[in-house]
T-cell receptor, first 117, second 112 residues
Framework: AQTVTQSQPEMSVQEAETVTLSCTYDTSESDYYLFWYKQPPSRQMILVIRQEAYKQQNATENRFSVNFQKAAKSFSLKISDSQLGDAAMYFCAYRSNSGGSNYKLTFGKGTLLTVNP | ETGVTQTPRHLVMGMTNKKSLKCEQHLGHNAMYWYKQSAKKPLELMFVYSLEERVENNSVPSRFSPECPNSSHLFLHLHTLQPEDSALYLC???????????FGPGTRLLVL
């Protein structure tokens, strides 16, 4: 079974600085997607960025980028020029693209990011 | 309304009550999901419906009963719940199994 591990329960960053959130996963599959979701306090979870395992190039969405290391099974999220609105719980998630359970997202426990003014 | 909506946003119920959670998606998607989010635990997938047919049921107790009358609506019927069922229940939708899941704001459930 796939597992997703976020080893940092909490992180903090100063406004305008850069922070990296870690995620590792365990799978025997080669075809899958990885996601970072953001859940602000009392607000809904939204997709930040996603990465297909077959793509070598790291995904980027404005100030958010990932460092995808397939061999190491690592998928970290870098937030540049951090803003107060980035404060949230961040979840790393895995979804298989093969086999029967393509619908299932496997989530990590999350990292709570605080942004200090 | 846009995206995925859920009602009610908060619910308090006794162990003998029967209640229902409602989810509606306005994205034209054909798959809908129920997740449970408990404190300090990863989100757990409960049920998946694709084209109104249940395609996944992750060993969820029978006191949770899902219903998907059409591709835009999903319900979770609750009866004789336990205090450990208190959690945030999230609904999500996607266009097929290979596309991104979009989440609703959740229903915060407290079972007394």
């Amino acid at each position: 079974a796939q597992t997703v591990t976020q080893s940092q329960p909490e992180m903090s960053v100063q406004e305008a600085e850069t922070v990296t959130l870690s995620c590792t996963y365990d799978t025997s599959e080669s075809d899958y997607y990885l996601f970072w979701y953001k859940q602000p306090p009392s607000r809904q979870m939204i997709l930040v960025i996603r990465q297909e395992a077959y793509k070598q190039q790291n995904a980027t969405e404005n100030r958010f980028s990932v460092n995808f290391q397939k061999a190491a099974k690592s998928f970290s999220l870098k937030i540049s020029d951090s803003q107060l609105g980035d404060a949230a719980m961040y979840f790393c998630a895995y979804r298989s693209n093969s086999g029967g359970s393509n619908y299932k997202l496997t989530f990590g426990k999350g990292t709570l990011l605080t942004v200090n003014p | 309304e846009t995206g995925v909506t859920q009602t009610p946003r908060h619910l308090v119920m006794g162990m003998t009550n029967k209640k229902s959670l409602k989810c509606e998606q306005h994205l034209g998607h054909n798959a809908m999901y129920w997740y449970k989010q408990s404190a300090k635990k990863p989100l757990e997938l409960m049920f998946v419906y694709s084209l109104e047919e249940r395609v996944e049921n992750n060993s969820v107790p029978s006191r949770f009963s899902p219903e998907c009358p059409n591709s835009s609506h999903l319900f979770l019927h609750l009866h004789t719940l336990q205090p450990e069922d208190s959690a945030l229940y999230l609904c999500a939708s996607s266009q097929g199994r290979f596309e991104t899941q979009y989440f609703g704001p959740g229903t915060r459930l407290l079972v007394l």
